[in-house]
């Protein structure tokens, strides 16, 4: 039967436009933002609610000294040993290898500091890596220091990696069924340990250890985002705006040296100056002595001295090692 023929024929139902599947695929399309903002909204009042949660430490019953030393310890072990020193250097950047069963637990208390599970939350990073404040950045200073800060997290946020994204991000982790578990187990996990600090120490060691503890450590990692985006000194003219800021770097385990961090990314080393203190450093020395790492990266000095003679030329040309 000829098209022409095909025309002439009366068919008993309205044959499917192609248009139908573009309206359904935009149809689609829609409900997946709308279960984003939605996404994004819970995230907001969880964040509400655990600043709220906070401020109940101003209640003198809430304070006491061993309260005080559980937020610490456990601040300690989430941020110290889970994000800068395994979310952040070893899990997202590979910049040492650490024996897998201590890579496994400092991933358990990096999914602990309830930023996200290591699978998300290498993503997001390395996608912010891959388009430094720039369109495609999650966090970009470029969209204003309260952005940067925390309004990426809570509010629609198209530069926030998808599902398939996340796959093209973190292949290396979703290789690993460990990690692919740990994206279901952040409330569970916080749950436990908030239960655990409930048995040992009461209210007190929750407020302190769970909504003070989380509070303040959003925020010095946030300030890595922010402050060290606009604030500080920039020995290399990376194609961002990273600076080296010494008060976050101080608060965040040597996170603020962050200039070098964008200059060098794959480095375990973020402070490269005698001055720069970077704590997360000192940690990885103590585990190479002991032999649980090995592997590791630092740039040499002659990468660094190229980098800084880039800067020093005035030269437009901005330049970062990203191998």
């Known amino acids: 039967m000829g098209l022409r023929e095909l025309s002439t024929v009366r068919p008993t139902h ?8 573009n309206v359904s695929s935009a149809v689609g399309a829609l409900n997946q933002k709308d279960m984003d903002r939605t996404y994004s909204r819970i995230k907001g009042f969880g964040l509400v609610g ?8 101003f209640w003198p019953g809430f304070f006491s000294w061993s309260a005080l030393a559980a937020a610490a310890v456990v601040s300690y072990a989430t941020v110290a040993l889970g994000i800068s020193l ?4 070893i899990l997202t950047h590979r910049s040492l290898r650490l024996f897998k069963p201590i890579e496994y637990l400092f991933a358990i208390f990096g999914t602990l500091a309830l930023q996200a599970d290591p699978i998300r939350w290498v993503s997001v990073h390395r996608k912010h890596h891959a388009h430094a404040d720039r369109e495609g950045d999650p966090h970009s200073i470029a969209d204003g220091f309260k952005w940067a800060h925390m309004d990426w997290i809570y509010r629609h946020n198209i530069a926030l990696p998808s599902d398939e994204e996340m796959r093209h991000f973190a292949p290396d982790l979703y290789a690993e069924p460990f990690y692919r578990v740990l994206q279901y187990l952040n409330i569970p996990l916080q749950v436990a340990l908030a239960l655990g600090l409930f048995a040992l120490g009461g209210w007190s060691w929750v407020i302190w250890a769970v ?71 000192w940690h990885v020395r103590v585990l190479a002595f002991l032999r649980l790492a090995d592997g590791v990266k630092v740039p040499t000095k002659a990468m660094q001295q190229r980098l800084r003679e880039i800067a020093r030329s005035g030269s437009r040309s901005s330049q970062s090692y990203v191998t």
Request: include cysteine; hydrophobic fraction near 45%; charge should be positive.
């Open 86 to 89: 395994c979310f952040h250097r």
């Open 14 to 21: 309205r044959p499917a436009s192609p248009s139908i599947y």
């Open 211 to 281: 909504f003070v503890r989380l509070a303040l450590s959003y925020h010095t990692t946030w300030l890595v985002n922010s402050a060290a985006h606009m604030l500080g000194y920039r020995t290399y003219q990376t194609p961002d705006q990273s600076t080296n800021c010494w008060w976050v770097a101080l608060i965040s385990w040597g996170e603020g040296w962050h200039n070098n961090h964008h200059a060098f990314p794959f480095s375990a080393r973020h402070g490269l100056r005698w001055f720069e203190l970077d704590l997360t450093w």
């Open 50 to 57: 655990i600043h709220i949660g906070a401020l109940a430490a």
